[in-house]
T-cell receptor, first 114, second 114 residues
Framework: AQSVTQLGSHVSVSEGALVLLRCNYS??????LFWYVQYPNQGLQLLLK??????LVKGINGFEAEFKKSETSFHLTKPSAHMSDAAEYFC????????????FGKGNQVVVIP | DTEVTQTPKHLVMGMTNKKSLKCEQH?????MYWYKQKAKKPPELMFV???????INESVPSRFSPECPNSSLLNLHLHALQPEDSALYLC?????????????FGQGTRLTVV
């Protein structure tokens, strides 16, 4: 079974500072990995994904993440936080084959301080 | 068109009511999903349809009844719900291929059971 760990439910960051959200996964084989963002009263929007190929992936809104197999991690970063980045962020995994069953982490609520 | 459209956006229903949530996508995706999301929690998978057939039921109570009338539509029929069923219900879709792909989410239906 797969699982995802996101530490620190609330993350406060100053405007213009680095955003770093950590995600570690547990899986018998490397899965596909995703970061989704959810704004208040909205659905989930895909920020970026890792399937195969380059381990540093770039997404929308200036976010990027690096897949590190040795550390079973897929941390999300953005060099400079903007007020519009305030949202809930979920890391998720799914097996490469078989049922496309997303397993989500508990999420990080990002607060941007002016 | 990369949208998953859910209606209604908000729904208030009594415990004796029967109502339906609707979801539509025109991306040619053959996998469709229902998720339930409580406040400050990650989405929880309820049902998965693959090629209009129910492939996963995550032990959901029978007061929730999914239906997939065709490849573009997904319904969730609700009957005799409880107040604890109040939540955001998210529909998602993805391509159905040998390798799993990302899921596209709708904006959700905010359900309140009174």
């Amino acid at each position: 079974a797969q699982s995802v760990t996101q530490l620190g439910s609330h993350v406060s960051v100053s405007e213009g500072a680095l955003v770093l959200l950590r995600c570690n996964y547990s899986s018998s084989v490397p899965p596909y990995l995703f970061w989704y963002v959810q704004y208040p009263n909205q659905g989930l929007q895909l920020l970026l994904k890792y399937t195969t190929g380059a381990t540093l992936v770039k997404g929308i809104n200036g976010f990027e993440a690096e897949f590190k197999k040795s550390e079973t991690s897929f941390h999300l970063t953005k060099p400079s936080a903007h007020m519009s980045d305030a949202a809930e962020y979920f890391c998720a995994v799914t097996p490469v084959y078989g049922n496309n069953r997303l397993a989500f982490g508990k999420g990080n609520q990002v607060v941007v301080i002016p | 068109d990369t949208e998953v459209t859910q209606t209604p956006k908000h729904l208030v229903m009594g415990m004796t009511n029967k109502k339906s949530l609707k979801c539509e996508q025109h991306m040619g995706h053959r996998a469709m999903y229902w998720y339930k999301q409580k406040a400050k929690k990650p989405p929880e998978l309820m049902f998965v349809y693959s090629y209009e057939k129910l492939s996963i039921n995550e032990s959901v109570p029978s007061r929730f009844s999914p239906e997939c009338p065709n490849s573009s539509l997904l319904n969730l029929h609700l009957h005799a719900l409880q107040p604890e069923d109040s939540a955001l219900y998210l529909c998602a879709s993805s391509q159905e291929t040998a390798l799993n792909t990302e899921a596209f989410f709708g904006q959700g239906t905010r359900l309140t059971v009174v």
